[in-house]
């Protein structure tokens, strides 16, 4: 039926022309009119097409890149990491809360530990290996299952994912060189700091900050109730276990899952395509809001600008 309408509009405005252009008395005005018409319309300086221009949006950043961007990609993402503390209030304000909640639980640590049952270590450890090296090794798989199949979804939590472990590995190795903090089961069951030398001292735990990493990646790129509950759920069990193990203390096991969970939540803010996942659009990062500025401004100034023209007069005969 819209159709049918459509049809006999455009019939009745034929009529209509033909109806003016073929009338008896050519020298009425309205007859000039129509005639002149198509000579104005040609004159007239060509428009911006309004419905032929593309939407402005941030081309893809996470694939086409040569090594060398990507180098220098990971350098950028290490500096906002370490930045990340001290560029905003509400950040701070989370180094504060992190800060108490590490130190609480460093006083605490030994007798936390104590308390511990010693006859289930080889269960905790584990199901804290086997949580931790799926779900860190499923954001693998879901870049290898994207770039085969070519879905953006899939492919981009596969790369996030990647880069969030990755940069927490790099945090990781830092942090447990400066802490050399012995495990639970090392000397005197203090925990004390600077005594243990290499990458295998306590804090923070390197299982618990992979896991939450890979976890939050998939968790924010598929913000559903079933998805987010197994992916947090897995993430936290591998902590606990750390410390059920007895491999970590609490306060190593709690620093590396917030590491792990900031650290992937800087990565999607950064890198995420809007349009992909659903919680994108929620966190823009400011970075993404000055791409999508100055392209809007590049394209701006080379919009044509209309003429302005004298309005046309019909003299009547």
């Not at 939407?55 to 993402?77: C, E, H, I, K, Y």
């Not at 790369?159 to 495990?183: K, P, Q």
């Not at 790129?221 to 750390?242: D, F, K």
């Not at 899952?257 to 990565?267: D, K, L, Q």
Request: net charge neutral; aromatic share 6%.
């Amino acid at each position: 039926m819209p159709l049918l309408l459509l049809a006999g509009h455009g019939v009745a405005l034929a009529q209509a022309h033909h109806a003016v252009v073929s009338c008896d008395d050519c020298d009425a005005p309205s007859a000039v009119a129509a005639e002149r018409a198509p000579q104005i319309a040609s004159a007239a300086p060509p428009q911006a097409s309004v419905s032929s221009s593309k939407p402005l949006t941030v081309s893809d950043q996470n694939s086409g890149l040569s090594v060398g961007q990507w180098f220098l990609r990971a350098a950028d993402d290490q500096w906002r990491i370490y930045s990340g503390p001290f560029r905003s209030e509400g950040a701070i304000k989370w180094d504060i809360l992190v800060a108490a909640g590490t130190g609480g639980l460093i006083a605490a640590d030994r007798h936390i530990t104590n308390q511990l049952p010693r006859s289930n270590l080889k269960t905790s450890r584990d199901i804290s290996n086997i949580g931790s090296f799926t779900t860190a090794g499923s954001v693998g798989a879901f870049l290898l299952v994207g770039l085969a199949t070519h879905n953006p979804h899939v492919r981009e939590t596969g790369i996030l994912g990647v880069e969030s472990v990755a940069n927490s590995a790099a945090v990781w190795a830092v942090a447990n060189t400066l802490t050399r903090r012995e495990r639970p089961l090392e000397g005197d069951g203090r925990g004390s700091f600077w005594v243990n030398n290499g990458l295998k001292s306590s804090m923070p735990s390197a299982h618990s900050m992979l896991t939450w990493a890979a976890a939050t990646t998939i968790a924010e790129e598929y913000p559903r109730p079933l998805a987010q509950v197994l992916a947090y759920g897995t993430a936290t069990a591998v902590s606990v276990t750390r410390v059920t193990g007895l491999r970590h203390f609490p306060a190593d096991s709690f620093l590396g899952s917030v590491f792990g969970f900031f650290i992937a939540r800087e990565m999607f803010k950064l890198h995420c395509e809007t349009g992909i996942s659903t919680a994108c659009h929620k966190t823009h990062s400011r970075k993404r809001d000055l791409l999508l500025e100055d392209d809007n401004s590049v394209a701006d100034s080379h919009t044509p600008q209309p003429k302005r023209t004298s309005a046309v007069s019909v003299r009547k005969p």
